[in-house]
């Protein structure tokens, strides 16, 4: 009997040290891909324009291949989710691939190189965040948790991977991205050998029927229209920030903490947006947010100093921290219950996909031919044409409400 409890008491201390391992481990693994996120991506345009000396054209066509590679490879790593069950499996697999194509990317000379290599990046990258979050919201689910808490640390690990990225460069070498971007991976791959082997939760599919659907809504698709031209500067600026702060005579260094101010700002606004959302509304938080985004645009525009661009930095918390959290539950009211899982794989589809694309591309046309200031007042356009079009959501959601 004694040797029972005895036995009953080790069982339930054991678990409990396996339940508290996997309460950190979590964090630590968002931690470590988002470090090797922003370690690479915030300085690669400024790699390619200093270091492989490629034209603004050039830049625009490398940088904007990931989302259009994502769209395409996204449904298939889901699908080897689905026939394998086993997503660590495959986490792992793309980690490793990852860190192989990053640290490649060091050797690339030419324009065709740099190509074939994005391409291969982005394929094995654009599974390491679906399958994670999966993993990790199916251990939520079980075993309970805040998945919030848990991704909050991933902005923290890209705010502190871009001010060390920035220092690392300037002391180091540009080289010094690919080996950071890669090391992380490569830990988060080791550290992804003991998450949980529960499968991932379904996503959406885009199937013809689901998005055929979804499209004879006419107020989804209006907001279709409205993220496509509010994300896409968004995620474009990504890949000029960093030119238009070096143009403005920072260094990289500079360029890091501008990065971590903007990346850092966004988390306070994240864990506000659901409590902001229910006092102020979707349609008037997301205008709020596009109106930011305009005039934080416009103002680049206008050559501004130095220290107010990093100022302004600040204000990517409040544009992007609350239109991100806004346009996601938006997307998932706007769809019927049995597709709302497709209405977040379009939404992620136009906004993260087509819109990060055509607005990289025509921003590197824009800089080749008249300069930043040219890029930013065509993301400036793009922001008041999505407002415009927020406000027609927004007045045809009142008239329906009546």
């Known amino acids: 009997m004694a040797h029972d409890v005895l036995e009953h008491c080790f069982s339930n201390r054991k678990a409990l040290k396996h339940a508290a391992e996997r309460k950190s481990m979590f964090p630590l693994f968002y931690f470590l891909i988002f470090f090797a996120f922003g370690a690479l991506f915030p300085l690669l345009s400024l790699y390619l324009q200093e270091e492989a000396r490629l034209a603004g054209t050039a830049i625009g066509w490398i940088m904007s291949l990931p989302p259009i590679v994502t769209m395409a ?178 260094t990289l260094t500079g360029i890091g903490v501008a990065f971590l101010l903007a990346a850092g700002s966004e988390a306070p606004f994240m864990k506000a947006a659901d409590r902001l959302i229910l006092r102020f509304g979707m349609a008037r938080l997301l205008l709020f947010a596009a109106f930011v985004s305009a005039a934080r645009w416009w103002l680049y525009v206008a050559d501004p100093p130095l220290w107010l661009v990093y100022m302004t930095a600040v204000v990517q918390g409040c544009s992007v921290g609350l239109a991100i959290p806004t346009a996601l539950q938006w997307a998932r009211r706007l769809a019927p219950e049995p597709v709302q899982a497709t209405a977040v794989a379009l939404y992620s589809a136009v906004s993260n996909g087509l819109g990060a694309w055509f607005c990289t591309l025509v921003g590197g046309y824009l800089l080749e031919r008249w300069g930043m200031g040219a890029v930013y007042s065509f993301f400036g356009i793009c922001t008041l044409a999505g407002a415009a079009v927020l406000l027609a959501l927004r007045k045809r959601e009142d008239q329906m409400g009546r």
């Open 73 to 250: 490879a996204q449904p298939l790593w889901g699908m080897a989710a689905d026939y394998t069950r086993k997503p660590v499996g495959l986490l792992m697999m793309a980690l490793g691939l990852a860190a192989l194509f990053g640290w490649l990317y060091s050797f690339a000379d030419g324009y065709r190189a740099f190509v074939v290599l994005t391409v291969l990046l982005s394929a094995a990258q654009s599974a390491i965040v679906p399958l994670s979050d999966s993993i990790a919201l199916e251990h939520v689910r079980t075993r309970g948790g805040n998945y919030g808490a848990i991704r909050l640390w991933g902005s923290l690990g890209f705010a502190a991977a871009v001010l060390l990225s920035g220092w690392l460069s300037e002391r180091f070498g540009f080289a010094a991205i690919f080996y950071a971007f890669s090391a992380m991976l490569l830990a988060a791959a080791a550290l992804a050998a003991r998450l949980p082997r529960s499968q991932a939760a379904p996503t959406g599919r885009l199937t013809g029927r689901a998005i055929g659907g979804l499209l004879s809504i006419r107020p989804f698709r209006l907001l279709l229209v409205a993220v496509f031209l509010l994300f896409g500067p968004i995620l474009a600026n990504n890949s000029y920030f960093g030119l238009l702060i070096h143009e403005l005579g920072g």
